[in-house]
């Protein structure tokens, strides 16, 4: 399985567990112990494998480079870097006096042998740095350079992925070089290791700042039920996050009114929107279908109603904290007279309860599945409604995961749901994969896809100069072809119990939240 597929693989993966109650176990005495929930088994932590939850790893390893609020790129075990002018030599200087928690040296040894396991490997080649890499080597004990087949403008990004691009003790590997244990630098050791907890304590040699506890409880609690009274108890300290341990904007407004419980929410990185079939022949290829179909929707009403406010309307393809995601554009106010004046312009036809052209009815096919995208039915129910007043019909066939698997990739469908990857593999992930007709994004499907938009697509992937204008040449063109109906960015949404003093987010979505988190003594 590929990375691209990893949204999907982790709601299958929660849709397949059997609904429990919180584990009957005690945790750590006292509040020392910061008590997370989560969806799914953390597994071995294999940084070559697409087979383990992503969030625990980043408790365990570091990056080069982290990503940090907006985007912005700070020092990790990298102190600084450069990028030579022509953008095929970077180098790195590496931090001095670290080392993994087995007290291995990291080392430009240790660095150049970790990124050798995926730099050029096939399984790789959709991060661009890994595919551009000619070789890797050392200047001296502290000093890493790559040199690059061809420029990587998103490399340095990259880094601050999770898998692959992370570090293991050379150690931890048997003879054929296959991972046997999870460890790295970072500021946690796992201790316990099962299906239902995993146990980390404070890595009493980690080089940065010291956590403010010193262990972390991750208990596996599948049903968002359990977790929700588990939080009430004092049985666990946080839950929430897509990565984690999802918490509905319905259950968080349930929670709300509980003495002890807080939510907090803050604007999202990922984007819901329509994606329209790129099949030649469908409906949706005539852009007045797509133009009516963009102002007959009210996105408002959707963040207020379905989301619970814990959404923002949004008419571009990003959010703004997505670095490089383009000018601002005014989120539409429904129209429905509108809606009916573009089908009229572009050649359709009111005929009784619907719209014809050339004889061809006006009918939607609308591909949901509640276990890629939980509470996609309830949306495409009242956005069925919404455009049903324009006079669209629409046919929602709600599916099972292995089935959108097989039909979104087939472009079997008008309409279907599509989220973006979010911070940090944005603007590049989603744009990368989604848009581009000759990339195979295997499940994923295509958001939109035309010729005319691929070497636009390409040109602002690959720009290494004023990447701004070639990055809004990407969104000028999806605007003016009307080729994506974003609808709403989900705000990020936890939910923290008494125990929590101070509780802040890191930046992205699939980091564990640690950092900043102060708990009660």
């Given at each position: 399985?590929?990375?691209?597929s990893?949204?999907?693989?982790?709601?299958?993966?929660?849709?397949?567990i059997?609904a429990?109650s919180l584990?009957?176990?005690v945790?750590?005495?006292?509040h020392?112990?910061?008590?997370?929930?989560?969806?799914?088994?953390?597994?071995?932590?294999?940084?070559l494998?697409?087979?383990s939850?992503?969030?625990?790893?980043?408790?365990v390893?570091?990056?080069?480079?982290?990503?940090?609020?907006?985007?912005?790129?700070?020092?990790?075990?990298?102190?600084s870097?450069?990028?030579s002018?022509?953008?095929?030599t970077?180098?790195f200087k590496?931090?001095?006096?670290?080392?993994f928690?087995d007290?291995t040296?990291?080392?430009?040894?240790a660095?150049?042998?970790?990124?050798?396991?995926?730099a050029?490997v096939?399984?790789?080649?959709?991060?661009?740095?890994?595919?551009?890499?000619?070789?890797v080597s050392t200047?001296?004990?502290?000093?890493?350079?790559?040199?690059?087949?061809r420029?990587?403008?998103?490399?340095?990004?990259?880094?601050?992925?999770?898998?692959?691009?992370?570090f293991?003790?050379?150690k931890?590997?048997?003879a054929t070089?296959?991972?046997?244990?999870?460890?790295g630098t970072?500021?946690?050791?796992?201790?316990?290791n099962d299906?239902?907890h995993?146990?980390?304590?404070?890595n009493?040699?980690?080089w940065?700042?010291a956590?403010?506890f010193s262990?972390?409880e991750?208990l596996?609690?599948?049903d968002?039920?359990?977790?929700?009274?588990?939080?009430?108890?004092?049985?666990?300290d946080i839950?929430?996050?897509?990565?984690?341990?999802?918490?509905?904007?319905?259950?968080?407004?349930?929670l709300?009114?509980?003495?002890g419980?807080?939510?907090?929410n803050?604007p999202?990185?990922?984007?819901?929107?329509l994606?329209y079939?790129?099949?030649?022949t469908?409906?949706?290829?005539?852009?007045?279908v797509?133009?009516?179909i963009?102002?007959?929707?009210?996105r408002?009403?959707?963040?207020k109603?379905l989301f619970e406010g814990?959404?923002d309307?949004i008419?571009d393809?990003f959010?703004?904290?997505?670095?490089?995601s383009?000018t601002?554009?005014?989120?539409p106010?429904?129209?429905?007279a509108?809606?009916?004046?573009?089908?009229?312009?572009?050649g359709w036809?009111?005929a009784?309860?619907?719209?014809?052209?050339?004889?061809t009815p006006?009918?939607?096919?609308f591909l949901?599945s509640?276990?890629?995208l939980?509470g996609s039915?309830?949306?495409a129910?009242?956005?069925?409604?919404?455009?049903?007043?324009?006079?669209?019909?629409?046919?929602?066939?709600?599916?099972?995961?292995?089935?959108?698997?097989?039909?979104?990739?087939?472009?079997?469908?008008?309409?279907?749901f599509?989220?973006?990857?979010?911070?940090?593999?944005?603007?590049y992930?989603?744009?990368?994969?989604?848009f581009l007709?000759n990339?195979?994004?295997?499940?994923?499907g295509?958001?939109?896809?035309?010729?005319?938009?691929?070497?636009?697509?390409?040109?602002?992937?690959?720009a290494?100069?004023?990447?701004d204008a070639?990055?809004?040449a990407?969104?000028?063109?999806?605007?003016?072809?009307?080729?994506?109906?974003?609808?709403?960015?989900a705000?990020?949404?936890?939910a923290?119990?008494?125990?929590?003093?101070?509780?802040?987010?890191?930046?992205?979505?699939?980091d564990?939240?640690?950092?900043?988190?102060?708990?009660?003594?």
């Amino acid at each position: 399985m590929n990375e691209i597929s990893r949204r999907n693989f982790m709601l299958a993966s929660a849709g397949a567990i059997v609904a429990a109650s919180l584990p009957g176990r005690v945790v750590a005495a006292g509040h020392d112990s910061l008590k997370i929930a989560i969806l799914v088994e953390t597994g071995n932590l294999d940084l070559l494998q697409n087979i383990s939850g992503l969030n625990t790893y980043t408790l365990v390893f570091d990056p080069l480079i982290r990503y940090g609020a907006g985007g912005e790129l700070q020092p990790a075990l990298a102190e600084s870097w450069e990028v030579s002018e022509d953008g095929l030599t970077l180098t790195f200087k590496l931090r001095e006096g670290v080392t993994f928690s087995d007290g291995t040296p990291f080392d430009a040894d240790a660095a150049k042998w970790n990124i050798e396991r995926w730099a050029g490997v096939p399984d790789f080649s959709w991060i661009g740095i890994a595919d551009a890499m000619e070789s890797v080597s050392t200047d001296g004990t502290h000093g890493l350079v790559f040199k690059l087949k061809r420029p990587a403008p998103a490399g340095l990004m990259e880094l601050a992925f999770i898998r692959p691009v992370r570090f293991l003790s050379p150690k931890a590997v048997d003879a054929t070089g296959n991972q046997t244990a999870p460890v790295g630098t970072g500021p946690w050791v796992i201790t316990e290791n099962d299906n239902s907890h995993t146990k980390l304590v404070r890595n009493e040699t980690y080089w940065g700042p010291a956590p403010a506890f010193s262990s972390v409880e991750l208990l596996v609690v599948p049903d968002e039920l359990a977790r929700a009274n588990g939080l009430r108890a004092g049985d666990l300290d946080i839950i929430g996050g897509d990565w984690v341990s999802p918490l509905s904007p319905r259950r968080a407004r349930a929670l709300e009114s509980d003495g002890g419980v807080t939510i907090y929410n803050e604007p999202g990185t990922t984007t819901m929107l329509l994606g329209y079939s790129p099949a030649p022949t469908a409906i949706v290829a005539d852009k007045a279908v797509r133009d009516a179909i963009y102002v007959s929707i009210d996105r408002a009403a959707m963040a207020k109603v379905l989301f619970e406010g814990y959404a923002d309307p949004i008419a571009d393809l990003f959010p703004a904290i997505i670095p490089l995601s383009g000018t601002r554009h005014e989120v539409p106010t429904r129209d429905i007279a509108a809606a009916k004046a573009l089908l009229t312009a572009g050649g359709w036809t009111e005929a009784g309860q619907g719209w014809e052209k050339n004889g061809t009815p006006l009918n939607l096919r609308f591909l949901v599945s509640e276990e890629s995208l939980p509470g996609s039915r309830r949306i495409a129910e009242m956005i069925q409604g919404m455009l049903t007043e324009a006079g669209l019909k629409v046919e929602i066939s709600s599916v099972d995961n292995a089935t959108m698997h097989e039909r979104r990739p087939a472009f079997d469908y008008d309409l279907t749901f599509f989220t973006t990857y979010g911070a940090p593999y944005d603007p590049y992930g989603s744009l990368g994969n989604m848009f581009l007709s000759n990339v195979d994004s295997g499940p994923d499907g295509k958001v939109f896809a035309h010729p005319d938009l691929d070497p636009i697509v390409t040109a602002g992937l690959q720009a290494t100069s004023d990447a701004d204008a070639a990055m809004q040449a990407i969104y000028d063109w999806l605007d003016a072809n009307r080729g994506i109906c974003p609808l709403v960015a989900a705000q990020r949404l936890w939910a923290y119990g008494p125990n929590v003093a101070k509780f802040t987010l890191p930046p992205t979505d699939y980091d564990m939240p640690f950092e900043g988190i102060e708990l009660k003594s």
